[in-house]
């Protein structure tokens, strides 16, 4: 009886553990047009061709890579102009600063091994951002996530005959509107140098 008994807890400590393991690699394989950031009305999905595609990132938010491109395939890189969906001032304001950041923090990356250039590169990236925003001084009293400045942003990158190599949806918080972008491209890239 106690050997019957000890062969059951021990199935299901067996089971338990097989449920643990299947749980986190189905939860990584969700996409983002089932998420509620999906949802969100002050969110437009305007810039990316492929919503339906992204996938829960490791770093950023959510990804999408084409499947077979190795991206230390590329060595050289350009970052071009930001634009804005979000018509708002902010939005603009923000946009502005990411293509310098995005230069900063791939120059910083020693995992892409990407030669910074002006124009021309193997790989293009380009940027959006799709809201930004700013709290308000009973926001900033209350705390959380609220408090700080923050920024939602979009990449396409696209090799020289216009194939899309990935794109990343992403929010980040900053002491101010640039900390905030900043704070994103680190993690986009570092989301890059993983591939996921």
Known sequence: MYTITRRYALLSLASLFALAVSVPAAASSKKFTESDDAKQNDEPQEYLK????????????????????????????????????????????????????????????????????KDGGNLRIEGNVFNAWEPSGAARAWGGWAANPGVGMELVAKDKSGKTIFEIRHKAKGSTLEDAVENGLEKIVKTLEVGK
């Open 50 to 117: 492929n919503y339906d595609k992204l996938t829960k990132g490791k770093e950023a938010d959510w990804v999408y890579f084409t499947e077979g491109v190795d991206l230390k395939s590329f060595k050289t890189v350009s970052a071009k102009t930001w634009g804005s969906t979000n018509k708002k001032s902010r939005s603009k304001h923000a946009a502005e600063s990411g293509p310098e950041y995005l230069e900063q923090w791939i120059k910083r990356s020693k995992k892409l091994g990407w030669e910074v250039v």
